[in-house]
C-alpha cells in the first residue's frame, strides 16, 4: 500500500514537499517514483531513486524537485521548490522491484494546486 499526503494550495514560487508511506512490501528493496497527471494529460514521471539511492529527473522539474527517501520509516518523499502553475497535478506513489514481483503498484495521489 502506498499512501501519498501533503499537496495542497500555492502560490507560485512557493514549496511543497510530499510524503508517501509504504507497507505490505520490503520498502528497501524496491525502486520509489513520483509521478504526476493534469487534466486531459498523459501520466507524467516526476522522479525515481533506487535502492542505491540513484536519482533521475524529468526535464520539466529538474533543479527544483528533489527526491529522497528514508527506508528506516518506509516513507519516499518530494520536496517541491519553485512551483509553477504547470506544477498542477495529481501526484502519484510508484513503487516496482522485487519485493513485489516487479509490478507497478501505486498510490491514490495527492492534489497539487499552484496558483499564479
Known amino acids: 500500500q502506498l499512501q501519498a499526503s501533503g499537496g495542497g494550495l500555492v502560490q507560485a514560487g512557493g514549496s511543497l514537499r510530499l510524503s508517501c508511506a509504504a507497507s505490505?512490501?520490503?520498502?528497501?528493496?524496491?525502486?520509489m517514483a513520483w509521478y504526476r497527471q493534469a487534466p486531459g494529460k498523459t501520466r507524467e514521471m516526476v522522479a525515481t531513486?533506487?535502492?542505491?539511492?540513484?536519482?533521475w529527473y524529468g526535464d520539466s522539474v529538474n533543479a527544483r524537485f528533489t527526491i529522497s527517501r528514508d527506508n528506516s520509516k518506509n516513507t519516499v518523499y518530494l520536496q517541491m521548490n519553485t512551483l509553477k502553475p504547470e506544477d498542477t497535478a495529481v501526484y502519484l506513489c510508484n513503487t516496482r522491484g522485487p519485493s513485489t514481483s516487479y509490478i507497478d503498484y501505486w498510490g491514490k495521489g495527492t492534489q497539487v494546486t499552484v496558483s499564479s
Open positions: 531513486i533506487t535502492v542505491g539511492g540513484n536519482t
Open positions: 505490505g512490501f520490503t520498502f528497501s528493496e524496491n525502486t
